[in-house]
């Protein structure tokens, strides 16, 4: 099914631990973000791409790394895992202007960092 | 950076009744979108809506760029409209990422 497919949906880390969350899409979109949800919040960014081999930060970047080496993938990094980061990430994709008409949300990932 | 917000923070409809949520943004609205994210956690996209009106079956939106804000409204609710209801703006024009506010809680009991 078209669409975003992030892997794992949950993940218990231990403090100091890395780990990489998964995130394809088979639409060809270019445009594809990463954010993270807190309780009682609403999504914050992470990280986005704007198309293969271009990143950049947004809000909440620090903690994190992404690559884009392909059109279909965008993983995210953790490289030292800390309990702030306990959290549901989603990752998100789009078409670019003039075809831009919203964002389409994987199903999340649920981090636990104990 | 841009700054949303959604009123009311929580709702409790009875089954049938209708409702307007709202978002007020303190910069200039495009490329707008309205998310449900239900019980489960799914985020769905409902509108992407930078100026004027829409509508999908119960579900309308209207935004108004010029006054920087926009209505969601939900006639006829129903208990599966339950969860949690964003919208969502780039922090600046020509800009795509969204920023979100932190939601409209809505229950529908029946």
């Known amino acids: 099914n078209a669409g975003v497919t992030q892997t794992p949906k949950f993940q218990v880390l231990k403090t100091g631990q890395s780990m990489t969350l998964q995130c394809a899409q088979d639409?060809?979109?270019?445009?594809m973000s990463w954010y993270r949800q807190d309780p009682g919040m609403g999504l914050r960014l992470i990280h986005y791409?704007?198309?293969?081999?271009?990143?950049d930060q947004g809000e909440v970047p620090n903690g994190y790394n992404v690559s884009r080496s392909t059109t279909e993938d965008f993983p995210l990094r953790l490289l030292s895992a800390a309990p702030s980061q306990t959290s549901v990430y989603f990752c998100?994709?789009?078409?670019?202007?003039?075809?831009?008409?919203?964002?389409?949300f994987g199903s999340g990932t649920r981090l636990t960092v104990v | 950076g841009i700054q949303v917000e959604q009123s009311p923070p929580d709702l409790i409809l009875q089954e049938g009744a209708n409702s307007t949520l709202r978002c007020n943004f303190s910069d200039s609205v495009n490329n707008l979108q309205w998310f449900h994210q239900n019980p489960w956690g799914q985020l769905i996209n409902l509108f992407y809506i930078p100026s004027g009106t829409k509508q999908n079956g119960r579900l309308s939106a209207t935004t108004v760029a010029t006054e920087r804000y926009s209505l969601l409204y939900i006639s006829s609710s129903q208990t599966t409209d339950s969860g949690v209801y964003f919208c969502a703006n780039p922090p600046g024009a020509g800009s795509y990422q969204l920023t979100f506010g932190k939601g409209t809680k809505l229950s529908v009991i029946p």
């Open positions: 791409s704007v198309g293969a081999g271009i990143t």
């Open positions: 639409m060809n979109h270019e445009y």
């Open positions: 998100a994709s789009s078409y670019p202007p003039p075809r831009f008409y919203g964002y389409t």
